[in-house]
């Protein structure tokens, strides 16, 4: 079994930044890829960011492109997402996932989640 931690949420006002961690627990996670997702009070949750195993192969929400970057540190078992110039429409309960066979934008192709982490901005 997998358990998934995220921490680093917040709040911060427009323009500000902020980086997410996701860490791994109770078995290597090496050859899995991460994602991260997000869930806006009243809608769905949406895909964010996802990354390959081995950090090679990322793809964005055309929503974060250029603005929130995904990266992994298998040593430590540990996923992040960096956000910069957080909008308000960013706030949402973040979410990671893991344990897809390859970068993927549906949540039903991650095994494992956490349980969430709040990122409120501010406008």
């Known amino acids: 079994q997998v358990q998934l931690v995220e921490s680093g949420g917040g709040l911060v006002h427009t323009g500000g930044s902020l980086r997410l961690s996701c860490a791994a627990s109770g078995r290597t996670l090496r050859t899995r890829a991460m994602g991260w997702f997000r869930q806006a009070p009243g809608k769905e949750r949406d895909f964010v960011a996802a990354i390959s195993w081995g950090g090679g192969s990322t793809y964005y929400a055309d929503s974060v492109k250029g603005r929130f970057t995904i990266s992994r540190d298998n040593a430590k078992n540990t996923g992040y997402l960096q956000m910069n110039s957080l909008k308000p429409e960013d706030t949402a309960v973040y979410y990671c996932?893991?344990?897809?066979?390859?970068?993927?934008?549906?949540?039903?192709?991650?095994?494992?989640w956490g349980q969430g982490t709040q990122v409120t901005v501010s406008s």
């Open positions: 996932a893991a344990g897809a066979t390859g970068v993927d934008d549906r949540s039903i192709a991650y095994d494992y």
